[in-house]
């Protein structure tokens, strides 16, 4: 099994562009997550889906959208990328109450 | 909602014990994660804890209790390999398995 996958792993952006960022996992597990990672404040969730066409908001929400199609696909898209959305995200997935298995991170400047 | 708070650093000498702490708030209680993150990589699983008491594994232990709301992270005969950035995670009932992370304790292992 590959596990989780995130592409891309580096990302640079200018304020205002559109990004998607992938994230795969091939374990069929029905939970995935978003997070992001700053320096200090350890990780924060943004959208996490139960499952396929189920999706729903963390703590961190606003300038973000998902979608879930399928089992093994949850892509991030940052709509109009903005300074403050400069840090490392990480997707992860997990089945039932077992422990969640992280994505190698994609980090993302924007200026 | 949740608090979780943890020490932002400790420092210890090869082959030393070092305990990290972590104190939580939370309404339904439904587990406690910990992970290891080296730098520039994603967490990994290292224990999981819902009842009170000790979890053993190998050089790592956790332990817990939901009437105080902590739980600690015990890493023995401490190896240079163990400098890294440890999270503790809280999930609640109810709020379908969502992660809630601490900030992280960065320990450092010096020779």
């Known amino acids: 099994n590959a596990g989780v996958t995130q592409t891309p792993k580096f990302q640079v952006l200018k304020t205002g562009q559109s990004m998607t960022l992938q994230c795969a996992q091939d374990?069929?597990?029905?939970?995935m997550s978003w997070y992001r990672q700053d320096p200090g404040m350890g990780l924060r969730l943004i959208h996490y889906s139960v499952g396929a066409g189920i999706t729903d908001q963390g703590e961190v929400p606003n300038g973000y959208n998902v979608s879930r199609s399928t089992t093994e696909d949850f892509p991030l898209r940052l709509l109009s990328a903005a300074p403050s959305q400069t840090s490392v995200y990480f997707c992860?997935?997990?089945?039932?109450?077992?422990?969640?298995?992280f994505g190698p991170g994609t980090r993302l400047t924007v200026l | 909602g949740q608090n979780i708070d943890q020490p932002t650093e400790m420092t210890a000498t090869e082959g030393a014990i070092v305990q990290i702490n972590c104190t939580y708030q939370?309404?339904?209680?439904?587990?406690l994660f910990w992970y290891q993150q080296h730098a520039g990589e994603a967490p990994t699983f290292l224990s999981y804890n819902v009842l009170d008491g000790l979890e053993e594994k190998g050089r790592f232990s956790s332990f817990l209790s939901r009437s105080k709301g902590y739980s600690y992270l015990l890493l023995k005969e401490l190896q240079m390999k163990d400098s890294a950035s440890y999270l503790c995670a809280v999930r609640s009932i109810g709020s379908w398995g969502k992660l809630q992370f601490g900030a992280g304790t960065q320990v450092v292992v010096t020779p």
């Open positions: 939370t309404s339904g209680f439904n587990g």
């Open positions: 992860a997935s997990r089945r039932g109450d077992s422990e969640q298995f």
């Open positions: 374990m069929n597990h029905e939970y």
